[in-house]
C-alpha cells in the first residue's frame, strides 16, 4: 500500500537549521497550493505547532520507540492519505536514538527507513568547506536502510564557500539542492525546552513568509518534490492511541498549559469522546459537567505568579477533584502541587492536591524516555498499566512525600533499568513529570 509521497528533512547533528529549513519548504509549497503535511520525529510538543502554523493542517509526532510499528502506520495513514507531499522533520542527529534493536531506537532514521521517505540532509557548513561531503558521505553510508537523496547547504559564508563546498559533494556524487546564507533574521526565538511557542511567536506569519521566501530563493523546490517517495505502509493503519480518561475531558489550555500531543488529542475524539479547553491564566475553572480535568505541561514557572492568584481556578480544581479525577503532566504537576518556586526565587502557593513542592530557580535538565507502570487506578488507566513516555524538565522537585502507597508509577528508562517511584496519587488526584505518548 502506498500513499503521498513524502521526505525526511534531517541533519547530522541538532543546531542545523534543518527547522528552518522544514519550515520554509512547508510554506513555500502550501503557497503553490499543494496539500503539504508536517511530520516531527521524536518527542516534540514544540515543533508540530509551527508545521501546523506553517500548513495550515495538523502535525503528528513519530516515534519509533515509544510506539508500535502498527501506531507510526496508522499515523502516517491518516497524513499522508490526505495529502500531496509529507515532509517530515528529524530530531537531533540523523541516527541519534537510544540503544535497543534496529528500528525501536527513537532515532529519525528508524522513520525514514519505515515509511521509505528519502532523506534530504541539512548541512551547517560554517567552519568547513569540502570536509563537509566527509560527513554526508558517512551519513549516507552509515545505515543501508535509508536512502540520502541530496543535501541542503546552510550557514555559507560567500559564493566561493559555496563552490568549495559543491566540489567535494560532486566527489561523492551527492545533489545539492540549494544553499541558504547566514541569516540571523530567520532565527526564531528560542527559551529553555525550545523555540517560543507558535502561538507566543510574534508576527509568526510574517515570519513564515520571510523563510518561505527564502526558500524559495535558495533551493531548487522542483527538484526536491521530484525526489520524494511515496510513503510506504504495511498494515491495516487502525491502531488504537491513548484512550480518553473520559467522555468529557476538561483541558487547561493556554500558554502556561499547552505540551498535548496532537496524536492524543485527536485519539480521544476519534474514540467519541468530547474536549472542553479552559484558561487558569484566564481564572477559568475546569467545566463541571466534564467528568475528568487534564492538566498538560507547559511553562507555569513563568506564569506562577497568576496562577497563584487565580482564585476561581484553584477553588474550582479542588472542588472538581473532590469526586472527579484530575491528572496533571510535568507542568500540571508542579500547578497540583503545594507550591512552585519561580526562576527569581518567589515561591508562589499552588492547588495543595498533591504533597509535593518544585522549583524552578534550581535547574537542572532531566529529559530521556520513561517506561511507567501504573500503582493505582486514576485518570492514565487500570493499576499495572504500562505506558511509555519521556521526560523533558529543568524545574527540580524540593520537596516531597514519596512512598508506594501514594506514588503514581514505577520508572524505569528506555533499557528497563530502575528509576524508582514518581509522582504522587492521593483520592481522585494523580500526576508526575512523566508525559505520556502511547500504551506499551
Same mark, same amino acid.
Given at each position: 500500500?502506498?500513499?503521498?509521497?513524502? =521526505?525526511?528533512?534531517?541533519?547530522?547533528?541538532?543546531?542545523?537549521?534543518?527547522?528552518? $529549513?522544514?519550515?520554509?519548504?512547508?510554506?513555500?509549497? !502550501?503557497?503553490?497550493?499543494?496539500?503539504?503535511?508536517?511530520?516531527?520525529?521524536?518527542?516534540?510538543?514544540?515543533?508540530?505547532?509551527?508545521?501546523?502554523?506553517?500548513? &495550515?493542517?495538523?502535525?503528528?509526532?513519530?516515534?519509533?520507540?515509544?510506539?508500535?510499528?502498527?501506531?507510526?502506520?496508522?499515523?502516517?495513514?491518516?497524513?499522508?492519505?490526505?495529502?500531496?507531499?509529507?515532509?517530515?522533520?528529524?530530531?537531533?542527529?540523523?541516527?541519534?536514538?537510544?540503544?535497543?534493536?534496529?528500528?525501536?531506537?527513537?532515532?529519525?532514521?528508524?522513520?525514514?527507513?519505515?515509511?521509505?521517505?528519502?532523506?534530504?540532509?541539512? =548541512?551547517?557548513?560554517?567552519?568547513?568547506?569540502? &570536509?563537509?561531503?566527509?560527513?554526508?558521505?558517512?551519513?549516507? *553510508?552509515?545505515? #543501508?536502510?535509508?536512502?540520502?537523496?541530496?543535501?541542503?547547504?546552510?550557514? $555559507?559564508?560567500?559564493?566561493?564557500?559555496?563552490? =568549495?563546498? @559543491?566540489?567535494?559533494?560532486? *566527489?561523492?556524487?551527492?545533489?545539492?539542492?540549494?544553499?541558504?546564507?547566514?541569516?540571523?533574521?530567520?532565527?526564531?526565538? @528560542?527559551?529553555?525546552?525550545?523555540?517560543?511557542?507558535?502561538?507566543?511567536?510574534? @508576527?509568526?506569519?510574517?515570519?513564515?513568509?520571510?523563510?518561505?521566501?527564502?526558500?524559495?530563493?535558495?533551493?531548487?523546490?522542483?527538484?526536491?518534490? $521530484?525526489?520524494? *517517495?511515496?510513503?510506504?505502509?504495511?498494515?491495516?493503519?487502525?491502531?488504537?492511541?491513548?484512550?480518553?480518561?473520559?467522555?468529557?475531558?476538561?483541558?487547561?489550555?493556554?500558554?502556561?498549559?499547552?505540551? $498535548?500531543? #496532537?496524536?492524543?488529542?485527536?485519539?480521544?475524539?476519534?474514540?467519541?469522546?468530547?474536549?472542553?479547553?479552559? &484558561?487558569?491564566?484566564?481564572?477559568?475553572?475546569?467545566?463541571?459537567?466534564?467528568?475528568?480535568?487534564?492538566?498538560?505541561?507547559?511553562?507555569?514557572?513563568?506564569?506562577?505568579?497568576?496562577?497563584?492568584?487565580?482564585?476561581?481556578?484553584?477553588?474550582?480544581?479542588?472542588?472538581?477533584?473532590? %469526586?472527579?479525577?484530575?491528572?496533571?503532566?510535568?507542568?500540571?504537576?508542579?500547578?497540583?502541587? *503545594?507550591?512552585?518556586?519561580?526562576?527569581?526565587?518567589?515561591?508562589?502557593?499552588? !492547588?495543595?492536591?498533591?504533597?509535593?513542592? %518544585?522549583?524552578?530557580?534550581?535547574?537542572?535538565?532531566?529529559?530521556?524516555?520513561?517506561?511507567?507502570? =501504573?500503582?493505582?487506578?486514576?485518570?492514565?488507566?487500570?493499576?499495572?498499566?504500562?505506558?511509555?513516555?519521556?521526560?523533558?524538565?529543568?524545574?527540580?522537585?524540593?520537596?516531597?512525600?514519596?512512598?508506594?502507597?501514594?506514588?503514581?508509577?514505577?520508572? %524505569?528508562?528506555?533499557?528497563?533499568?530502575?528509576?524508582?517511584?514518581?509522582?504522587?496519587?492521593?483520592?481522585?488526584?494523580?500526576?508526575?513529570?512523566?508525559?505520556?505518548?502511547?500504551?506499551?
Amino acid at each position: 500500500m502506498s500513499v503521498a509521497p513524502g =521526505l525526511l528533512i534531517a541533519a547530522p547533528r541538532s543546531g542545523s537549521g534543518k527547522t528552518t $529549513v522544514v519550515l520554509g519548504l512547508q510554506r513555500a509549497l !502550501a503557497r503553490r497550493g499543494l496539500r503539504v503535511r508536517g511530520m516531527k520525529c521524536g518527542p516534540d510538543y514544540i515543533d508540530p505547532a509551527f508545521h501546523a502554523a506553517a500548513t &495550515s493542517a495538523p502535525s503528528f509526532n513519530l516515534d519509533s520507540f515509544a510506539m508500535s510499528t502498527p501506531l507510526l502506520e496508522t499515523l502516517a495513514s491518516q497524513v499522508a492519505g490526505d495529502a500531496d507531499l509529507v515532509l517530515a522533520e528529524g530530531s537531533m542527529g540523523l541516527f541519534d536514538g537510544i540503544r535497543q534493536e534496529t528500528g525501536r531506537t527513537g532515532a529519525s532514521a528508524d522513520i525514514a527507513a519505515l515509511f521509505g521517505w528519502p532523506v534530504i540532509l541539512v =548541512l551547517d557548513v560554517s567552519g568547513h568547506a569540502q &570536509s563537509a561531503a566527509a560527513v554526508a558521505l558517512g551519513c549516507a *553510508r552509515f545505515d #543501508p536502510r535509508i536512502e540520502v537523496a541530496g543535501v541542503v547547504l546552510n550557514k $555559507v559564508a560567500s559564493e566561493r564557500h559555496r563552490r =568549495l563546498v @559543491e566540489d567535494g559533494m560532486a *566527489r561523492i556524487g551527492l545533489p545539492v539542492l540549494g544553499a541558504m546564507t547566514r541569516n540571523t533574521e530567520l532565527t526564531l526565538p @528560542e527559551r529553555h525546552l525550545g523555540l517560543v511557542q507558535a502561538g507566543e511567536t510574534d @508576527e509568526l506569519d510574517r515570519r513564515l513568509e520571510r523563510l518561505a521566501d527564502a526558500v524559495e530563493n535558495s533551493l531548487d523546490i522542483d527538484r526536491l518534490i $521530484v525526489l520524494a *517517495r511515496p510513503t510506504r505502509l504495511h498494515g491495516t493503519g487502525n491502531a488504537k492511541p491513548l484512550p480518553p480518561p473520559g467522555q468529557r475531558i476538561a483541558l487547561a489550555s493556554d500558554k502556561a498549559f499547552s505540551f $498535548v500531543y #496532537p496524536h492524543v488529542l485527536s485519539g480521544w475524539r476519534a474514540a467519541g469522546a468530547e474536549i472542553v479547553p479552559f &484558561s487558569p491564566l484566564a481564572d477559568e475553572p475546569p467545566p463541571e459537567d466534564c467528568d475528568v480535568c487534564w492538566l498538560p505541561g507547559g511553562y507555569p514557572e513563568l506564569h506562577a505568579g497568576r496562577i497563584a492568584g487565580a482564585k476561581r481556578f484553584l477553588d474550582g480544581l479542588r472542588r472538581f477533584a473532590e %469526586t472527579k479525577p484530575v491528572h496533571g503532566e510535568c507542568g500540571g504537576y508542579m500547578v497540583l502541587g *503545594r507550591s512552585l518556586e519561580d526562576g527569581d526565587g518567589n515561591t508562589h502557593p499552588m !492547588a495543595g492536591l498533591l504533597p509535593v513542592e %518544585t522549583s524552578y530557580a534550581k535547574r537542572k535538565m532531566h529529559l530521556g524516555y520513561r517506561v511507567a507502570h =501504573l500503582l493505582g487506578d486514576g485518570a492514565m488507566g487500570r493499576v499495572g498499566q504500562r505506558l511509555v513516555g519521556h521526560e523533558f524538565h529543568y524545574a527540580a522537585v524540593t520537596q516531597s512525600d514519596p512512598s508506594r502507597e501514594t506514588a503514581f508509577a514505577a520508572i %524505569t528508562d528506555a533499557e528497563g533499568n530502575a528509576l524508582g517511584l514518581a509522582g504522587h496519587r492521593i483520592g481522585h488526584v494523580t500526576g508526575s513529570f512523566f508525559h505520556v505518548i502511547a500504551h506499551g
